[in-house]
């Protein structure tokens, strides 16, 4: 582990001010990330601005008109929040999801909505990375990943953000100057290396959900039942009338470098829940994901698993008996 | 063949203890007898010596004590003319059963494990609950092998350089286990036992595969039965049905 100094702030705006001053820094939350790459040698900050004493980035508070989850809610907190396990079924259930208990206990909302994006050719050692000449993400000039092209292909795989981006989240973002109020689905680029549209001194304070959102609900496919990163994880939010699609929202993790809202599912309001639907579904995520080989599972497997997914968690939230790919 | 090595050190050890304790007690070594943790003269009880002075008279006697014993299996159980049976390894070979069963899901390829039975002839259980564990750990180093845990290369490298890649099952992947001990007694066996630990782990990757095909009707010749894996059977399956079926109303 490199050396490093640790800076407690009292405040949002005493962290962001530590932060502009000292470049060579970086905010700490539940470190479950960030100690992981430091370790690795990805990342050597001089100064950690650990954000645990400042109050404002904690709980979990309902208005008539909105929730409000503070930042630095853990993510073990979530599903605890019966609010939050009845209504935002998604959230709760991605929660539940991410890693292993212990990581679940230390790793907050805004640390996993800023999770860097992984790849096997990136979360290795110092050693291994050196040995491979480093990558485009980190100290290199090749994607190992698709050496002819330009850009990072590293893949965003938290949790949280698909299944926020269906219920129809903002986010509360503290700056130098202001704050600002974005849609979370507005922080993500499609893009491995750059895959926050944050400042350099620029902290998410809370998440901000509407009240009353549609049903939703969440899953995911990784390795293993416990510990493993989602290969893909799929978020829907569905609301029926009279069996026709009033509301119909899909999120998406692990297959791009960033979450997303699938496109073109407006047009399926309306319709009848049925196999032609559900074959749309199923068209529309094969065609937008995007996996490359930055997983030792192939892309055209997360791919088609991710398509699966969709097709099963809409059922599920219809009500239709379980649909056979 | 270690069991019995470890009795042939322990009787050398005790022959030690008690000469050590027969020295102490004025005793010839042949009348001291050993009766739990008590060396006594006799079966009076008028001369004795708890087991913790014995082994302080024999260290102050002799220093440390390192006792080795060896074992050779007999030259008709040393293996045939067949290739690696010169090294006559073991005498007394167990027989292991596991039945394993699964759910598998069409639709992303995952498998899980949702019981699994094993048996196992170990030959004379001397501790039972210790082969059960035993058979319990296989198990799991089984479904690791068959189910998640592999390494491979990426452009010479290690891609699963560390137990985050290297994927051992996790207690979310561990199934109920019923494990039934069918004892026998083995002659040469040390105390008529045989072996408690790979009998019970080789059954579980076939046993896994044939449960997938005869789930879901797939032939898996690669292991582990990684979820991506498991699919691109079932894909190559439905193409083949595909085409199949075109054959069958061209005909």
Redesign the interface.
Do not use: K
């Given at each position: 582990m490199p050396q490093f100094h640790i800076a407690r702030p009292p405040n949002v705006e005493a962290a962001v001010a530590t932060r502009r001053d000292h470049p060579d820094s970086r905010f700490l939350a539940g470190g479950t990330d960030l100690l992981v790459n430091m370790r690795h040698g990805i990342s050597s900050p001089a100064l950690l601005i650990d954000l645990a004493e400042i109050d404002e980035l904690g709980g979990i508070e309902a208005t008539e008109a909105a929730v409000r989850i503070g930042a630095s809610v853990t993510v073990a907190a979530l599903p605890l929040s019966p609010l939050l396990s009845e209504r935002y079924r998604a959230l709760a259930e991605a929660a539940e999801g991410i890693a292993?208990p212990g990581h679940r206990v230390m790793g907050t909302v805004g640390g996993n909505l800023c999770l860097d994006t992984r790849c096997?050719?990136y979360?290795?050692?110092e050693w291994?990375r050196h040995?491979?000449g480093y990558c485009l993400k980190h100290s290199g000039e090749v994607c190992?990943v698709a050496p002819q092209g330009q850009r990072c292909h590293a893949a965003f795989t938290g949790d949280l953000a698909p299944a926020l981006l269906v219920l129809g989240a903002e986010i509360e973002i503290a700056g130098i100057q202001q704050r600002r109020r974005i849609p979370l689905g507005d922080l993500y680029v499609e893009d491995g290396r750059a895959h926050l549209a944050l400042g350099a001194e620029e902290m998410i304070v809370a998440v901000h959900l509407p009240r009353d959102p549609p049903p939703s609900t969440y899953a995911k496919?990784r390795?293993?039942?416990?510990?493993?990163y989602p290969?893909a994880g799929v978020a829907v939010a569905l609301a029926t009338a009279d069996g026709m699609v009033k509301t119909l929202r899909i999120g998406i993790t692990g297959t791009n470098s960033r979450p997303f809202l699938l496109a073109g599912t407006d047009e399926l309001v309306g319709r009848p829940i049925d196999e032609k639907m559900l074959q749309q579904v199923d068209r529309l995520v094969q065609k937008q994901v995007q996996p490359m080989r930055t997983t030792?599972?192939?892309a055209?497997?997360r791919r088609?698993?991710a398509a699966?997914?969709a097709?099963?968690l809409v059922c599920a939230l219809a009500g239709t008996p379980k649909?056979?790919? | 063949m270690v069991g019995n090595a470890a009795i042939d050190a322990a009787r050398g050890l005790k022959a030690l203890l008690i000469a050590a304790a027969a020295s102490k007690l004025e005793a010839k070594p042949e009348d001291v007898e050993c009766v739990g943790e008590v060396f006594q003269v006799g079966a009076g009880g008028q001369s004795s010596l708890p087991f913790a002075e014995v082994v302080k008279a024999a260290l102050a006697e002799r220093g440390p004590i390192t006792i080795s014993g060896t074992f050779t299996c007999p030259p008709e159980a040393q293996g045939g003319k067949h290739r690696g049976g010169a090294v006559g390894s073991t005498m007394g070979f167990s027989y292991a059963a596991q039945v394993v069963e699964v759910t598998v899901d069409?639709?992303?390829?995952?498998i899980s494990v949702d019981k699994v039975w094993a048996a196992l002839d170990c030959g004379h259980a001397i501790n039972p609950l210790a082969v059960e564990g035993q058979i319990e750990g296989s198990i799991w180093m089984g479904m690791g092998q068959a189910l998640?845990e592999e390494t491979?290369y990426?452009?010479g490298?290690p891609?699963?350089?560390?137990l985050?890649?290297y994927?051992v099952?996790?207690?979310?992947?561990s199934p109920p286990i019923e494990v039934q001990i069918v004892e026998s007694h083995d002659p040469y066996g040390p105390f008529g036992a045989k072996e408690a630990s790979e009998g019970a782990l080789a059954g579980f990757p076939p046993a896994l595969v044939n449960a997938i095909a005869n789930a879901v009707g797939i032939d898996m010749s690669e292991l582990p039965t990684?979820?991506?894996r498991v699919?691109?059977a079932l894909?190559e399956r439905r193409r083949r049905q595909r085409l199949d079926s075109t054959r069958k109303v061209a005909s």
């Open positions: 292993g096997i050719f979360n290795q050692s291994w040995a491979n190992h496919l390795a293993r039942g416990a510990i493993d290969l030792v599972a192939s055209h497997y088609l698993a699966g997914l097709r099963r649909n056979r790919s | 069409e639709a992303t390829g995952t998640s491979r990426a452009e490298l891609v699963h350089a560390s985050l890649e994927r099952p996790t207690i979310a992947e990684t979820a991506d699919m691109e894909v």
